[in-house]
């Protein structure tokens, strides 16, 4: 069964970067056709589309996001990575990863990590 | 790529039909059938409900429909039950393998 867990630091500088890791357990990222997906939902606010990691290595983003973002793949440990630099008040939210697959639309998604800046 | 827009709260009584609304553009909701809608209970995981507008995963309430009118799609659930108090949000292809969130319904079961 396919799952999906966030981790990372809650708490993260002003100016610096948030970097999060998403594990995938029940498929094996590199033999796998899923997209992953990384998307945010700020306090009191919307979901937010941050960004796709096609199975071909090809990455898309959000144009609101694009200078600052990551999306990457470290098939060893099969995980989804996102960094996002120069992060403001802003950018605090819940993470959530997600995987994209035969519906075309987000089927499985993580239980989200939050993610706070502040000094 | 402005988020779509969703009332920000719709109620029903138990066993009644409730829809709500997700309006976009021609760039995005009324450009492809590529509409999905998610449930989401604080704490849990996001759930998929729709996909390409009309379609349901397996494993969700037949209760649970989609349609789409120019652009602007709509989630319907009949027999509205007390688990349906959540938040709901659509999602559109916005063409450009970009993609853009609905700015969330409130449903609350009176």
């Known amino acids: 069964q396919l799952q999906l867990q966030e981790s990372g630091p809650g708490l993260v500088k002003p100016s610096g970067t948030l970097s999060l890791s998403c594990t995938v357990s029940?498929?094996?990222?590199?033999?796998?056709?899923?997209?992953w997906g990384w998307i945010r939902q700020p306090p009191e606010r919307g979901l937010e589309w941050i960004g796709n990691?096609?199975?071909?290595?090809?990455?898309y983003y959000s144009p609101s996001l694009v200078s600052r973002v990551t999306i990457s793949v470290d098939t060893s440990k099969n995980q989804v990575s996102l960094r996002l630099s120069s992060v403001t008040a802003a950018d605090t939210a819940v993470y959530y990863c997600?995987?994209?697959?035969?519906?075309?639309?987000?089927?499985?998604w993580g239980q989200g990590t939050m993610v706070s800046v502040s000094s | 790529q402005s988020a779509l827009t969703q009332p920000a709260s719709v109620s029903g009584s138990p066993g009644q039909s409730i829809t709500m609304s997700c309006s976009g553009t021609s760039s995005d909701v009324g450009a492809y059938k590529l509409v999905s809608w998610y449930q989401l209970h604080a704490g849990k995981a996001p759930k998929l409900l729709i996909y390409e507008v009309n379609e349901r995963p397996s494993g969700v309430s037949y209760r649970f429909s989609g349609s789409k009118s120019g652009n602007t799609a709509s989630l319907t659930i009949s027999g509205l039950q007390s688990e349906d108090e959540a938040d709901y949000y659509c999602c559109s292809y916005a063409g450009s393998s970009t993609y853009v969130f609905g700015s969330g319904t409130k449903v609350t079961v009176l």
């Open positions: 997600a995987g994209f697959g035969d519906f075309d639309a987000f089927d499985i």
């Open positions: 990691l096609h199975y071909n290595g090809n990455t």
């Open positions: 029940g498929v094996s990222i590199s033999r796998s056709t899923y997209y």
